[in-house]
């Protein structure tokens, strides 16, 4: 899936600091696969990361678009 895919996306980032995550671990690993898989980081309770996520769901669709 991650070879494939275009982007990742981790939303809930508002519960990182409560969970056992290692954001770190998983940059690393994603680059591992895909080197060009862009990584985005958001919650959608708070807002954070959607702004950078929505541009780039626009510029694909506008370089689709011609």
Do not use: I
Not at 15 to 33: G, I, K
């Amino acid at each position: 899936m991650f070879r494939q895919s275009s982007a990742c996306v981790v939303n809930k980032l508002d519960l990182a600091p409560h969970l056992d995550v290692d954001l770190a671990a998983l940059h690393a690993n994603v680059e591992q696969v895909n080197t060009k898989l862009a990584v985005f980081e958001l919650s959608a309770k708070t807002g954070k990361g959607l702004s950078a996520w929505l541009d780039w769901l626009r510029a694909r669709v506008s370089a689709k678009r011609g």
